[in-house]
């Protein structure tokens, strides 16, 4: 049966269609797949080989279906996780043993521990026996070698190559699964600078397997200065580098630990020893993760370390969300004392998330934060000034508004004041008089199809209309361009009482990298 779901893939959103599509759908009501995490659900949910699934249901012109469905947390492809049934539906027996016996071949070869006794092997061969698999994403043991000669092998892999796992191993860039986009050296430096002036110790690494491995670098191995790291990441491969104390195989959107109460101690443990004192949570989520599974998953750690807090102290766990901005508001609506910093997160496999001039874009990825903004410097180097009236650090280009009276671009770039909708807007963005608000020139208005959208009268477009001055005109190629890019995606949102997600829909063929772990 065809489970109803949309893809929901903002990974390579373009953001100005993005945030253009979160205000339109905002206004002409939410259509697509929801996910229902915070409302009351019956019984405890089937298990996929990704852990507990989600309740879904299907949304259209913002009236729920009646009926409901279990779906994949983690998946939003169908191909990397077929999981479906419905919310009422009963399975006979032998469906559910079929199900158990999937799920448990879909588990890792090895236990953790398996593989943490290879890795002891592996380091005591010489350095010319020290193989390792690019085609299975293994470390060969000499009895593995017969198994392996076809495929592509590194040789000699010294002790600096297995401290840098994340150089090793090829990213996972399956967009709908694990969008395994790595920090470049200048972000991830940042942000271990950073968490080390602001004081932090330790350091729960959830989906930043980069981070983790800076951190295991740079510690001396002076117990009291060094800062710690524990890594939470869905990406097994990497228990082949690391022990049990220090990464556990882990599933951001429904917070389950595939070792199960040994992974959930270790990271109680490490959440609560020295009574949480000097840790702070830094997640980069996949983009095109659900907003809600994660905000639920952050507010469990937040009161797991503050079960050991004393009750007159209001503090909550220092957390680093790492997310693209434009998704600011349904952030704020699950974390209310966070902000959004200006600072540009950038990766070395993301073609369009490249910091500055230089990449083909501004990266949009930005850093949540429940830590006041005005204690994180961001580098003067790279253009970053402090706004004393905001009192925070913003982008060159952020000019303080004296209207709004803040420092408002979110992109980087230069925003404009609009009298008519009373905000700051995109550079690029005119006022709709169709709409009644700021848009995208190319976008298409929500209430009346033909017509203008500059005057709204009804006998010419907006090409022909005398308002439109001819410098505005975009010349032919680029305009099928922007109409390309905007064909190419479809953006379903909700907004107002609902917490449910944001929906974007971009379809792109991307080829597969070697073979991975069927259920990886
Ligand atoms: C956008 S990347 C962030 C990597 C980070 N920028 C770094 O360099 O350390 C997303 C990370 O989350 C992990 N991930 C994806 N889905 C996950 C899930 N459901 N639960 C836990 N981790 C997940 C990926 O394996 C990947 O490491
Ligand atoms: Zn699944
Ligand atoms: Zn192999
Ligand atoms: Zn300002
Ligand atoms: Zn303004
Ligand atoms: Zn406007
Ligand atoms: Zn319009």
New binding site residues.
């Given amino acids: 049966m065809a489970a109803p779901r949309s893809e929901a893939g903002v990974t390579m959103a373009e953001e100005e269609a993005a945030a253009a599509g979160v205000e339109a759908a905002g206004r002409s009501g939410r259509s697509g797949v929801e996910v229902l995490v915070s409302r009351d659900t019956s019984g405890s949910p089937p298990q996929c080989p990704?852990g507990p699934t989600l309740l879904f249901v299907k949304v259209n012109q913002g009236k729920e279906e009646a009926r409901r469905f279990y779906a994949c947390?983690?998946c939003r492809d169908r191909k990397d996780c077929n999981f479906f049934q419905w919310e009422d539906e009963k399975l006979s027996e032998a469906r559910l043993a079929a199900r158990e016996i999937y799920n448990r071949r879909c588990r890792p070869p090895l236990s953790h521990k398996q593989y943490v006794e290879r890795y002891r092997k592996f380091i005591e061969l010489p350095l010319s026996q020290r193989k390792f698999c690019q085609t299975c994403q293994q470390l060969l043991l000499p009895d593995d070698w017969g198994k392996h000669c076809d495929h592509q092998v590194l040789y000699d892999i010294s002790i600096a190559q297995l401290k840098r796992p994340?150089q090793l191993l090829y990213?996972?860039e399956n967009k709908k699964?694990?969008?395994?986009?790595?920090?470049t050296d200048r972000?991830?430096q940042f942000l271990l600078d950073l968490i080390s002036t602001l004081g932090f110790r330790k350091v729960l690494?959830?989906?930043?397997?980069?981070?983790?491995?800076l951190i295991r670098l740079k510690a001396s191995g002076d117990k009291e200065s060094d800062v710690k790291s524990l890594l939470?990441?869905?990406?097994f491969r990497y228990s082949q580098f690391y022990t049990e104390e220090s990464f556990c195989h882990?599933?951001?959107?429904?917070h389950h630990f595939f070792d199960g109460k040994a992974g959930f101690e270790t990271c109680r443990k490490f959440l609560q020893e020295d009574k949480g004192v000097g840790l702070i949570l830094v997640t980069?989520?996949?983009?095109g993760?659900l907003v809600e599974p994660l905000a639920v998953t952050f507010r469990k750690f937040m009161d797991m370390w503050g079960e050991h807090q004393s009750p007159d102290n209001n503090k909550e766990l220092p957390l680093f969300w790492?997310f693209p901005y434009f998704f600011e508001s349904r952030i704020l609506q699950f974390f209310p004392s966070f902000s959004m910093l200006d600072y540009q997160?950038d990766?070395?496999n993301h073609a369009l998330y490249k910091h500055g001039k230089t990449g083909r874009k501004q990266s949009p990825v930005r850093i949540f934060t429940n830590i006041p903004p005005n204690k994180i410097i961001l580098p003067a180097e790279e253009g970053y000034r402090f706004c004393a009236v905001c009192q925070r650090y913003v982008s060159l280009e952020n000019q303080h508004c004296e209207i709004c009276n803040s420092c408002t671009s979110k992109d980087g770039r230069r925003w404009k004041h609009c009298l008519l909708c009373k905000k700051c807007v995109k550079p690029s963005w005119i006022h709709c008089s169709i709409c009644n608000y700021c848009a995208l020139p190319n976008h298409s208005c929500a209430g009346a199809k033909d017509g203008c959208f500059i005057c709204g009268e009804a006998d010419h477009k907006r090409t022909k209309c005398p308002n439109f001055s001819a410098s505005k005109r975009p010349n032919r190629a680029v305009r099928k361009q922007k109409q390309k890019k905007s064909n190419k995606m479809k953006m379903e949102t909700t907004k107002g009482q609902s917490m449910n997600h944001a929906i974007v829909t971009r379809k792109k063929k991307k080829k597969k990298r070697g073979h991975q772990h069927p259920c990886s």
């Fill in positions: 990704h947390s983690a994340s990213p996972l699964t694990n969008a395994q986009y790595l920090f972000s991830c690494c959830v989906g930043t397997p980069r981070l983790h491995e939470l990441d869905i990406d882990y599933n951001m959107f429904n980069d989520p996949p983009f993760g790492i997160v990766y070395d």
